[in-house]
């Protein structure tokens, strides 16, 4: 059953947010199982929203590949996260999606949004 993943990260900055992406190698090396991933910030931190196909998927990369890295990189502190059951996937416009493509950093977007 696919899943909602909705993380909650205080003290990350957008710095920090990018080189774990960045060690993540995304682009390359995508994380089995995942759909979706949005990641905004705060005055507090990180919001992060993700889809995955399994929670088991999820509970992989997390193990095998996020939190080791948050650890090499000495990130502060530990993701709040709520895993939740998905219940509906909708997007507005997909062809938008699809001109966006795989894209894990930032800078990658940043002439879309602008």
């Avoid at 990350?12 to 090396?29: F, N």
């Avoid at 399994?54 to 650890?71: D, I, K, M, V, Y």
């Avoid at 997007?91 to 950093?105: E, F, H, K, N, Y």
């Amino acid at each position: 059953m696919a899943v909602a993943m909705l993380m909650r990260w205080d003290g990350i900055t957008p710095g920090q947010y990018d080189a774990l992406m960045e060690r993540l190698e995304l682009d390359a090396s995508p994380a089995a199982g995942a759909v979706l991933h949005l990641a905004a910030f705060t005055d507090e931190g990180l919001e992060v929203c993700d889809v995955w196909r399994t929670e088991q998927a999820l509970q992989g990369f997390l193990e095998n590949r996020l939190l080791p890295a948050a650890h090499t990189l000495a990130l502060a502190g530990r993701p709040e996260m709520k895993v939740i059951p998905l219940h509906n996937l909708y997007a507005a416009d997909p062809d938008t999606i699809d001109r966006i493509g795989m894209l894990s950093l930032p800078a990658g977007v940043a002439s879309w949004v602008a």
